[in-house]
Structures are given as structure tokens and as C-alpha cells.
């Protein structure tokens, strides 16, 4: 019998969240705050997985369908282009006898599907904006089981230098860093 043990760790949030603007797009109107999923897991089956608990940012109507919205990343985007270059084999057999060609068309109809509904995505009616959820925790160092230091992703700069001046103490000392999503 095949056993996984996944690990949990809870971490309690320390940092001093800017609620002056939306945390995605910078607009400073009918802000609501959001428990913002700030999670770190291990690969495709997460056997560790870092949370960062209390995580409340402000959002404004439009973004707040963001929160909680992953990235594609580039091992997901390619089993579901192989998924589908399958499913799109098997139906084009039925019409093209032509083995060479039918895989070929399936692979080129797959990764345009994908990459047309990436692109989609990513395309919002505001510049500053991301579909996505626009903080993400990306790194954490531990030393004898306490939290010595963070590592923060936010897709808008006002934001993040927002978070940056709120936060001073922390950044000074290196116990938490921030990088910008593009």
C-alpha cells in the first residue's frame, strides 16, 4: 500500500497590507477585501505546501473575480496540449486517412487552441490589470522551523511600492523581498 504523506505549513502573516488601491488594477473606488490564496506547493502533486495565512487584500469589483486565479504554468499547458493533440488525432482519423498529416494538424490545432486561450486570459480591459491573482508568495527560507525570510510577486508596481513603504522595516532588515509580475 502506497502511503503520501503531504505536508502543511501554516505561516502566520506578519506584513502590513496597503489599502488605499486595488492590489491589480490601482483603482482607489469600492474596494472589498479579499483572503487572497498565498500558497507555495511542490510540483504537480503537492507533497509540501507553504501557506500564508490572513493574507487580505483590497480588490475592486472588476478584480476581484481574480483572486484565487493560477497561472498557467508550462508543464499543465503541455499535458493539455497533448490531451488534446489525442482527442483531435482520434477525430481527425475519422475524416483524414493520412497519418502524417493528421498528427500534424492535430499538434498545430492543440497549441493554437492553448495559446489563443492563454492570450485571452492574459488580454484585460484594463493595462494594469492581470486576469490572474495579482500577489503571489513565491519563496520562503526557514531556519530551525521560524520564518526568516519572503518572497512576494505583484503584477502592479503602484502596488507593490506601496507594499514596499509599508512594509520598511522588513525590507530593510531582508526579511521580505518583492519582484514584479510581467
Given amino acids: 500500500m502506497l502511503h503520501i504523506n503531504i505536508k502543511r505549513i501554516e505561516i502566520q502573516s506578519f506584513l502590513n497590507v496597503p489599502v488605499d488601491i486595488c492590489c491589480n488594477c490601482g483603482e482607489d ?9 498565498l500558497e507555495i506547493t511542490s510540483g504537480l502533486m503537492p507533497l509540501k505546501i507553504i501557506n500564508l495565512t490572513e493574507s487580505y487584500y483590497p480588490y475592486c469589483p472588476s478584480c476581484s473575480m481574480s483572486v484565487g486565479q493560477k497561472r498557467l504554468t508550462f508543464l499543465p499547458a503541455i499535458l493539455g ?15 483524414i486517412e493520412n497519418l502524417p498529416l493528421n498528427l500534424l494538424m492535430s499538434l498545430s490545432l492543440s497549441f493554437l487552441c492553448i495559446f489563443m486561450y ?65
Fill in 29 to 37: 473606488d469600492e474596494l472589498d477585501f479579499y483572503d487572497t490564496p
Fill in 81 to 95: 496540449g497533448l490531451l488534446g493533440t489525442c482527442a483531435l488525432s482520434i477525430i481527425l482519423s475519422m475524416i
Fill in 118 to 182: 492563454h492570450k485571452r486570459l492574459i488580454k484585460n480591459k484594463k493595462e494594469s490589470a492581470s486576469y490572474f491573482q495579482p500577489v503571489l508568495l513565491r519563496g520562503v527560507k526557514f531556519r530551525r522551523g521560524s520564518v526568516i525570510s519572503l518572497s512576494l510577486c505583484f503584477y502592479n508596481i503602484n502596488y507593490a511600492q506601496l507594499f514596499k513603504e509599508a512594509n520598511y522595516d522588513f525590507f530593510a532588515s531582508g526579511k521580505v523581498s518583492v519582484k514584479i509580475l510581467k
